[in-house]
């Protein structure tokens, strides 16, 4: 529909914390993330641009080598329920990002004291006419956040091996949301929708990805990857015949919950992008408002939920 992508792909992942401390312990001292801006919205900003009833918020952005991609914001919320999300649950899931050797992830973060869905384990995607090998796991971050550890066969680009070729991980290079209505989260973000590229859109099954993810035998999945120009990619799946799993995304409002709370997406033209997202089902909560220059260097913006209520912070940037 559009000749320019209206979006480059995700700029972040907010996470939801109550204390960034233990956080930092896990993404600056085991992963290598870096603190490169932090402050405090105040109330009348954070309310402004997440809803009202959201109060002054903590802000500690996280970077992997620089790379202005690929982030991880924490947001101080106040203290509540935080829970792991489990793969069938509705709403958002992991965060991925890269290791150069996951056997050696798995045994150094859980002699740290951080737990792991299950040991990592290998399983297949079928591509077209060949399989692809991906080997994974999942680990507990604090308060409710899965990370998603990759040790890729054949790795794409990112910006922190490009500019640290040594580094043992990476910045986040894709988040995975699980809807219900599949079709309409890929429209949404897709090339007739805000313009990412759908790289495949596969169904399958593998009783490695049951092991890795928690998931009854033989479930299948499907899978549908988008891109952009920027790390992180986003992911989006569904579980089909679905038996286990509840619905986390009323408790996965950004700026108000724990955990894995929404994305931060750059626009060139935040109007166009926001009837965009009204064309293909989504719906805008607030703004566009201006922010404020912390996390946001004063760019207009606007909080919408896409189709599936996967909730989105768009901040327009010059082209």
Known sequence: ??????????????????????HLAYYRDQLGFAVAESGVLAASDA???????????????????GAPHGRIVLLTVPAGEAVHPHSADYGLAGIDLYTRDITESHRVLTAAGYSWVTPPATWQVPLGEKLVTVTEGFCNAPEGTGVVFVEPAAPRGTAAWDAEPDRFYTELTSLVCHVPDF???VAFWGPDGLGLSQWYDVSFSDPGLDEMASLPPGTVMRLAFLAGELTARIEVTRIQDRTVGTDRRPQQRTGRHL??????????DLDAALQRVRERGGSVRTGPVQAPALLFGGARVAFVDTPNGIPVTFAEQAA
């Open 47 to 65: 309310a402004a641009i997440w809803g009202e009833g959201v109060g002054e918020v903590g802000v500690t952005v996280l970077t992997a080598a």
């Open 259 to 268: 955990g894995h709370t929404g994305w931060l997406v750059p626009t060139r």
């Open 1 to 22: 529909m559009t000749e320019q992508p209206l979006i480059p792909g995700v700029n972040a992942a907010f996470l939801g914390v109550t204390d960034p401390e233990p």
């Open 183 to 185: 079709d309409a989260e």
